[in-house]
């Protein structure tokens, strides 16, 4: 796959950035205290406060209905807020709100398209309702990153699932924003197109692009994002670096395999927290690192082990993935 | 004032009545050709004059205002319907345009279409029957005016609409039956007195009247009361436009 690499110059250009370090100057995405109630009465947001860096890829997880798609809504204009403020690149959404719509790029979650319409017209229908002047080699250069460019005279109805994605991506980046939303980019969509779309996202980031995603896999969040906000039921309850994310909630599992088996733990390890498993062949030791500072218990672990003279033949350890963390987040909070 | 996303949406609007050219452009002439023919030719034929001109040439304006009463709703009420149908209006609430742009685009282009039908119509009759134009520019004035307001009538039912049924529901039920009655084929003047004050509580016969009076200088009623009309019409399609922008009316939630 060489998206990533044909993806040269197809990002912004055409407002200045604030230098393009993380964290410089106003932040990309700045939303305070959000809140949103349909007409119904359902409450799909509440207090959303979220602070998006420039350059960063930001994953919302969350299950469905959590207010994802909200979210996103309010932020891009689809959908008014109740109450609370969004700020796009310092640009009031609302007050200003063709400075801030300008710098964003939106590809929803439905594959919505005019199915008459050709790929080239459509992606050209999207730069000039921007308020952008025609721009053929720029709308080139999408087309043939998103390798879309030998069906650019095609219908959009004669495409596949995976190219209208595509071109919903082509049409976003037409007028060259600054931030892009991707509303579930790889919702039924297959492993190799979603190795594909993971591409994409990353040639884009490397040109400076701040994307925001949303999903319900994990799987993605894990893979792709800088840091990691989780929603559920229309609250922010969690946003951290993944990588914090992942030592910070994580729990690690030490696995120690034995020459002999074990019918019990032996009372003198008794102090440990070990499970024995796999038909007295191996012993797991869970800790939490949390609390390195404390230490995690191995060393002793160990040397009681030596002195009750159980032999082992071979260790793995294994830090829990997002799933885990998520699923125990959830869980920790109901 | 965002011009490019202006004449992007316009243009893109022209584009789809080119593609569907047959539906958008031969049908109308088609439906007008089998009016003169049954109503002038053959059932004209037996009626002498009305108000001083043949029926046939009578007819005339009625025919090209039905015309364009039809099209403005159906073209402008299909143009913002598909997209909120479809999905892909998220674009165009997402873009940094403003209301008034958007509705300009839209009910710009189902106007242009509207007047450029209206004068092919306007053709094709002459090939029919021989008419005059008195005062041109006021039968262009009217044939704007009147495409103008019925494309923004035809915006607020696209966007009032939420399936195809209600989408047809207002032209059929409404727009239609209003110009059928609206003195199309006949002058008020030969209906009873009842009915002739019945006849005027509807809007269409002022636009119907006020065109005719632009080709022959006579109409049912004054010229002023019918630009009157129109001028309200107008103002009160504006006012429910800028209501629905401002509540977000079936667009926002």
């Known amino acids: ?334 | 004032m965002n011009l490019q996303s202006v004449k992007t949406i316009y243009l893109a609007e022209m584009a789809r009545s080119l593609r569907t050219v047959l539906q958008s452009i031969v049908s109308p002439v088609v439906s007008t050709s089998l009016y003169f023919v049954v109503f002038g030719a053959a059932i004209g034929s037996r009626i002498s004059e009305v108000d001083g001109v043949s029926y046939g040439a009578f007819i005339v304006p009625g025919l090209i205002m039905l015309m364009l009463l039809t099209q403005s709703v159906s073209t402008a009420s299909f143009g913002i319907f598909f997209p909120r149908f479809s999905g892909t209006i998220y674009e165009i609430l997402s873009a940094p345009i403003s209301y008034f742009e958007v509705v300009l685009g839209y009910v710009g282009a189902a106007a242009t279409k509207s007047v450029i039908l209206g004068l092919i119509v306007l053709g094709t009759a002459r090939l029919f029957v021989s008419f005059s134009i008195e005062y041109p520019l006021v039968m262009l004035l009217f044939l704007i005016l009147t495409a103008l307001t019925f494309s923004l009538l035809g915006f607020i039912i696209g966007i009032w609409a939420d399936g195809f049924e209600k989408l047809q529901l207002v032209p059929l039920l409404i727009v239609t039956p209003l110009t059928f009655l609206g003195g199309t084929f006949y002058s008020i003047d030969m209906l009873p007195d009842f009915w002739q004050a019945v006849t005027l509580l509807n809007p269409v016969v002022y636009l119907v009247s006020g065109f005719r009076w632009s080709f022959y200088g006579s109409g049912d009623v004054s010229i002023w009361a019918s630009l009157a009309i129109i001028t309200l019409f107008l103002g009160v399609a504006l006012a429910v436009i800028s209501w629905i922008f401002r509540t977000g009316y079936r667009l926002k939630p």
């Open chain 1, 1 to 334: 796959m060489t998206l990533s690499a044909n993806l040269a110059p197809i990002a912004m250009a055409e407002h200045g950035t604030a230098g393009g370090d993380i964290g410089a100057g106003t932040p990309m995405i700045q939303v305070e205290r959000l809140s949103k109630a349909y007409g119904d009465g359902f409450q799909a947001l509440k207090e959303v406060d979220l602070t998006i860096r420039r350059g960063e890829i930001f994953a919302l997880l969350g299950p469905n209905g959590a207010g994802k798609t909200t979210l996103i809504s309010v932020i891009c204009g689809l959908v008014n807020a109740t109450s609370g403020s969004v700020k796009v690149d310092g640009f009031d959404n609302v007050t200003q709100y063709r400075e801030a719509r300008e710098r964003i790029g939106l590809v929803p979650q439905e594959l919505t398209n005019e199915a008459f319409t050709t790929v080239w017209d459509t992606v050209s229908f999207s730069r000039g309702l921007f308020g952008k002047p025609k721009d053929p080699a720029h709308i080139e250069n999408v087309l043939r990153a998103l390798t879309l460019w030998d069906k650019r005279d095609n219908r959009l109805l004669e495409l596949s699932g995976g190219m209208k994605r595509r071109v919903l991506i082509a049409k976003a980046l037409s007028h060259k924003p600054q931030v892009l939303f991707l509303d579930e980019p790889t919702a039924g969509v297959d492993v190799e197109l979603r190795r594909e779309m993971w591409e994409v996202v990353r040639g884009l980031r490397d040109q400076g692009v701040t994307i925001i995603l949303t999903t319900h896999y994990i799987e993605e969040a894990e893979e792709m994002a800088d840091r990691i906000g989780v929603i559920r039921r229309g609250e922010l309850v969690l946003v951290e670096e993944k990588s914090t994310l992942m030592r910070q909630l994580g729990r690690k599992e030490l696995t120690l395999h034995l020459a002999t088996p074990l019918d019990a733990v032996p009372a003198a390890l008794a102090g440990h927290d070990l499970v024995l498993t796999e038909e007295g062949h191996a012993l797991v030791y869970t800790y939490d690192v949390t609390h390195l500072d404390e230490g995690t218990g191995i060393a002793g672990l160990l040397a009681d082990l030596e002195a009750t003279g159980i032999r082992v033949k071979d260790l793995h350890t294994r830090q829990s993935s997002l799933e885990e963390i998520f699923v125990n987040l959830v869980r920790e909070r109901t």
